[in-house]
Structures are given as C-alpha cells and as structure tokens.
C-alpha cells in the first residue's frame, strides 16, 4: 500500500508522472468517460479534525469526477470523538473504502493511521506537512513558466505548508530561498530531507528583502494557522516587515495556498494583481489530487 503522507513518499519519477497526468486531465472534458472516469465505483473517505474549503470540495469533486465517490467524515461524524483508537479507524475503514484522505492536528496521527490501513492513506494537512498543496503549488509554477528552472522564495512562516514547498522545489531542483523570522522558520529535519536531493540546497535568510530580490515568484501564507490563536500577537509582532506587499514586489508571480488573511501576511492589492496566481494554484488542487488518487487508488 503507497501511502502520500508528503512529498518525498513519491519519487521523483513518480512526482512528473503526477504532474504530467495532472496537466492531462485538466486539458480534457470532465464528462469525457474514456479518459475520466479512472476511479469507477471507487470510494475515498475523508477525515477532518479541522475545516476546509479546497480540500474538501476538491477531493469531493475529483473523486465524482473519475467515477468514484467521497465520503465526509468530520470531527463528530465518528467514534474517534468518542475515544476509539486511530488504529481501529484505520483498519475498519480499510474494509469499506478504497483510500483514505486525512485533515487531522498531529501528523504522528496521520503516521498511525498509515501503519494500520490496508488502503493509502493521503495526508489533507497535518501540523507538519501538506503535501497536497505542494503538488498544486509545482503544477501551477511548472505552467506558468513551462519549466522548473525558476528562483522562488518563500516569505513568512516555516509551517507545514513550507515544509511540504520546500521539500517539493528539491525534488524537481527549484532554486528557493526561504525568508522568516528568528524562531519560526522550517524544521531542520526538513531542511536535511531537502539537501538529500540533486539541484541547489535550500537557503535560508532572516531578510525577505534578499530572498525576493532575484526571485520569479514568491510565496506566502497564513501566519497564525488554525490552531495557533493563543500565539496570535506574538506572532504579529515577530512577523512585522514580512508582509508580501507592493513595496516588497517587483515583478515577481505570487502564491498562496489560501486563505489569506489580507493585511496581514499579504496586502489586497498583491492578492487582486495581474502577478497573483492564487486562483490557478487553486483550481490545480483539483487536478493534481484527481492524478494523485489515481495513482494510489487505481
Ligand atoms: N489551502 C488549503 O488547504 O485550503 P483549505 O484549508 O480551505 O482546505
């Protein structure tokens, strides 16, 4: 069983593959049943501990349109609320569905989950990775420039979904540098994952002003997540002067895995200009999840 709980479960053969299929399926009509519908009769369950509006509708959505189906499984949907194991979860739902896409807190619990299912499990967000989003934020990078041969920097905090960025711009050998503040930036255990592969190291500055001077596109994302609001002003506080706005920006593409909090991480005007391509990285959840679960699921 190939479980997806971050990037570097694929190898990098497997990562284009995603990609390459993704891009197919997004050139082709979702009613065309010849080239679509790859999951017939398929199910994939989906367990949140925590909301979500593009996880949600996109796996939804692209398990119907391969001819399968989803099933939303939110916090009080289940027995785990009531205290039955994660190991018991896993191995029940195993004997009903056919995968199994995971939004919980800790990722040691999407970890368990994966030892005990026969079915992969897919990770949909944990406190230390996305890997989702990393194969939408490739997929929409890869079609704007029609190439990796980019220089991106991230901007902001080293959370889960710049853990999963970073881990995904090695494999494919985009050059990226990642600015935060003293404190808050990724894991070195992920930084080390990062180096293993062949392309430039990560590099990693306390100064955004460096890591978008010759950058092609830049991204940013929510600095207090779900889950954080205790830390909410010590977190505003140590993030002064990491704002994505116009006085940062040149020319650069912008990302965002969404929501943004505008004002915040980034300002109106970034997210609504021509260089945003928010909207894209949005609609391409949808097509590199559907490539994914094809992959896993098939
Ligand atoms: N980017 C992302 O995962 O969005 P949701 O939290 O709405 O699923």
């Given at each position: 069983t190939q479980h997806f709980l971050?990037?570097?479960?694929?190898?990098r053969e497997e990562l284009d593959d995603v990609l390459d299929d993704a891009e197919a399926l997004k050139s082709?009509?979702?009613?065309?049943d010849d080239n679509?519908?790859?999951?017939?009769d398929k199910t994939l369950a989906m367990l949140f501990e925590k909301p979500s509006t593009r996880t949600r509708v996109s796996f939804e959505t692209g398990m119907t349109q391969l001819g399968g189906h989803a099933i939303f499984l939110g916090?009080?949907?289940?027995?785990l609320g009531r205290g039955e194991p994660l190991s018991d979860t896993a191995r029940t739902l195993s004997r009903y569905v056919d995968g199994i896409m995971v939004r919980v807190f800790n990722h040691a619990d999407a970890v368990e989950l994966a030892e005990y299912a026969s079915v992969p499990i897919v990770n949909g967000l944990t406190d230390d990775a996305h890997p989702c989003q990393a194969l939408a934020d490739l997929l929409t990078i890869r079609e704007h420039f029609?190439?990796?041969?980019v220089q991106a920097a991230w901007v902001g905090d080293g959370n889960n979904v710049a853990q999963s960025f970073v881990i995904g711009c090695a494999m494919v050998g985009i050059d990226l540098t990642v600015a935060h503040p003293?404190?808050?930036?990724?894991?070195d255990s992920v930084i080390d994952r990062a180096n293993q592969f062949d392309g430039p190291n990560v590099t990693v500055t306390n100064d955004p002003t460096k890591a978008v001077a010759d950058a092609d596109v830049v991204y940013t994302d929510v600095?207090?997540?779900?889950?954080q609001e205790k830390e909410r002003d010590e977190k505003l506080q140590a993030f002064e002067g990491f704002q994505v706005n116009e006085e940062l920006l040149d020319e650069q593409a912008v990302l965002h895995c969404l929501p943004a909090h505008r004002g915040e991480e980034i300002t109106g005007a970034v997210i609504e200009?021509?260089?945003?391509l928010v909207w894209d990285q949005a609609e391409n959840r949808l097509h590199a999840q559907k490539a994914l679960l094809t992959k896993l699921l098939s």
């Open positions: 971050d990037v570097d479960d694929l190898s082709q009509e979702t009613g065309d679509h519908a790859l999951l017939p916090p009080d949907d289940t027995q029609d190439s990796f041969d003293e404190g808050y930036g990724i894991d600095w207090v997540s779900m889950g200009s021509d260089h945003a």
